[in-house]
Every structure is written in C-alpha cells, then in structure tokens.
C-alpha cells in the first residue's frame, strides 16, 4: 500500500532560520514520483517540485532544496534562509506511474504548518 | 493563464440538503481531479476525469456524491443530501494529457463545505 508519512505537525521558527520539512513514503513500486505543495493562507495548493523515482539527484531552486534519498525512502525538505511569506502548509505527495487506463491519483501526507515568526 | 478556478469558495448547509460544487479547470487541460480534506487529516482522492469520462471513482464515499463532466470542460460534484461527515474541503486539479508517466496536477483553491 502507498502511504506518506508528514511527522511533523506544526513547526515555528525565526525569520532567518534554516527548517526543514520531513517526509517518508512506503510504495512497493519501482517507478513512482514525489510532489511538494504549498499550501498559503489564501487555500489554494501551489506546486513546488515533482520528482521520479530514478532521479535521486537533490534540487535546489532559490531558498529551497529537496533531498530525495531512496535508501531511506524520504524525500525531505529545506528552506534556508526562511522569510514570513513561507508561512503555510506545506504537503508531500507520492504518484505511481501512470501507463494509460489507469489513474495518477496523488497520495498525501498530513501536512505540517509552517510558522515563520517575525 | 487563468488557473483552476473552484464555486463557491464556502457553503454552509443544513444536514439532508444539497449542495453542488463546481470546478473549471485550466483550459485545455483533459484531466480533471477531485480531492477531500476532512478536518486534519489528509488530502483523499475522489475521482479522476478524462475529458468527460470517469477513469476513477474509487475514492468517492458512498452514492451521496455524484460527479460531472458534461462536454469535458468544467466539472461539477454534487452531495445528495449532505450529511455531518460530508464537511471539508474538496479541492479539485487539473492536468494535461499524458499516456505515460506522470502528470503534474493544479489545484483550486477549494470549497469549503460546513454541514450543520
């Protein structure tokens, strides 16, 4: 069975501060793919980074990077530097391949709020 | 690029009424996704449209919930008649074709149902 795993429930830092955003996946498939969404005040669900399961290489965009270790089958991450606009929920998910008849549905974890105190 | 776009943004209701929520996807987009959070807990998945065809209800709760596609364009999901645990926030997405792989899906910003 799929399932992602968002420990973290609520987190609070101190504009500046590095945090980082845990989460782990159980899939018993070989090929699959990681998402992150952010999810501000206003409601909406922003996407912010997708990645298969044979690109294991870490993605740094900005302030943010991800670190995708399938050993360990997490996919965990970072903001440095953080500013009150990070402020949200953010969610991980997890996709199987999608081979045609079949349906992409993304499974998600719980979120963790993000608190970014001025 | 308009994006998803999701009415009303709030309905409050009365326990067995009716309630229909819309959803226009992002044009051109084929796939047409449903999804519900219920008070903290995780984001499920309803069903998937391709265009006007259902490719999967599975997460839809019980025959209360009925979905539409009519002409592959907006969607519409109706809850006849809503019940307490029908409250939450259904959000929808919407992505474009793909036969292999994946598909990267866009959220609206959702509608939050409050059965009273």
């Known amino acids: 069975a799929q399932k992602v795993t968002q420990a973290q429930t609520e987190i609070s830092v101190v504009e500046k501060e590095d945090v980082t955003l845990d989460c782990v996946y159980e899939?018993?498939?070989?090929?699959?793919?990681l998402f992150w969404y952010k999810q501000p005040p206003s409601g909406e669900l922003v996407f912010l980074i997708r990645?298969?399961?044979?690109?294991?290489q870490n993605e740094i965009s900005g302030r943010y990077s991800w670190n995708f270790q399938k050993s360990t089958s997490s996919f965990n991450f970072t903001i440095t530097a953080s500013q009150v606009v990070d402020s949200a929920v953010y969610f991980c998910a997890l996709s199987e391949a999608w081979y045609g008849g079949a349906t992409n549905k993304l499974i998600f974890g719980t979120g963790t709020l993000l608190a970014v105190q001025p | 690029e308009a994006g998803v776009t999701q009415f009303p943004s709030h309905s409050v209701i009365e326990k067995g009424q009716t309630v229909t929520l819309r959803c226009d996807p992002i044009?051109?987009?084929?796939?047409l996704y449903w999804y519900r959070r219920v008070m903290g807990k995780e984001i499920k998945f309803l069903l998937h449209?391709?265009?006007?065809?259902?490719?999967?209800e599975s997460g839809m709760p019980n025959n209360r919930f009925l979905a539409e596609r009519t002409g592959g364009t907006y969607s519409t999901l109706k809850v006849q008649p809503a019940e307490l645990e029908d409250s939450g926030v259904y959000f929808c997405a919407s992505s474009q074709e793909t036969t292999t792989g994946t598909d990267t899906q866009y959220f609206g910003p959702g509608t939050r149902l409050t059965v009273l």
């Open positions: 899939t018993r498939d070989t090929t699959y793919y």
């Open positions: 449209f391709v265009k006007e065809s259902k490719q999967d």
């Open positions: 044009s051109g987009h084929d796939n």
């Open positions: 990645r298969n399961s044979f690109d294991e």
